[in-house]
């Protein structure tokens, strides 16, 4: 052991041993150094990628927020259209609508989707409202809700004659046209 001492002395006492040495030691530093900064860029690339992630995440829960706040306030103004001092002659007309898409008649005017939606919202006018008729409204669009169009001609015509229809009695209802969830 002292002999492989006495070797590295003697070749470090020498000028060619101390540059050797020299180009060793800078080598082993340049290499720890290469390390650290390669091991620096891996963490700092994977923080950037988290990061993103986060923030990724963040404008997806924003978003769904603004479009869940967007989606309500287009139901509140669709509920504030039909207070509770909705005119009757309005759900009637939004009834007769609805109906003269699957009613055969020999003279239909205008037609309105039966959606669940819009009978939901009239069943909400005809329940807050204080019509005459408030409980026949009511039975018919209970039924459609459930899917049961069965009577919708007789239901046209009621409506269609309180709006004083005298054109276009409905005489019977067209199944084909009846919306994909109906009974």
């Given at each position: 052991?002292?002999?492989?001492?006495?070797?590295?002395?003697?070749?470090?006492?020498?000028?060619?041993?101390?540059?050797?040495?020299?180009?060793?030691?800078?080598?082993?530093?340049?290499?720890?150094?290469?390390?650290?900064?390669?091991?620096?860029?891996?963490?700092?690339?994977?923080?950037?990628?988290?990061?993103?992630?986060?923030?990724?995440?963040?404008t997806k829960?924003?978003?769904?927020?603004?479009?869940?706040?967007?989606?309500?306030?287009?139901?509140?103004?669709?509920?504030?259209?039909?207070?509770?001092?909705?005119?009757?002659?309005?759900v009637y007309e939004e009834i007769h609508e609805m109906a003269n898409g699957i009613v055969i008649a020999d003279d239909i005017w205008a037609e309105k989707p039966i959606t669940k939606a819009g009978i939901a919202r009239l069943i909400k006018t005809v329940k807050g409202s204080t019509y005459e008729n408030k409980s026949l409204l009511y039975s018919i669009l209970s039924r459609w809700k459930n899917g049961n169009f069965s009577q919708a001609d007789k239901d046209h015509n009621y409506v269609w004659f309180e709006l004083g229809g005298n054109v276009g009695k409905a005489t019977d209802v067209d199944t084909s046209k009846l919306p994909s969830w109906a009974n």
């Open positions: 052991m002292f002999k492989i001492l006495d070797r590295i002395e003697a070749a470090l006492s020498s000028k060619k041993g101390k540059i050797i040495c020299g180009v060793v030691a800078m080598a082993v530093i340049g290499f720890i150094v290469f390390q650290n900064v390669q091991a620096t860029k891996a963490a700092e690339k994977v923080e950037a990628t988290q990061l993103a992630r986060r923030e990724a995440a963040a829960l924003r978003d769904a927020k603004a479009a869940e706040a967007a989606a309500k306030a287009k139901d509140a103004a669709a509920d504030k259209q039909y207070t509770i001092d909705h005119p009757v002659t309005m």
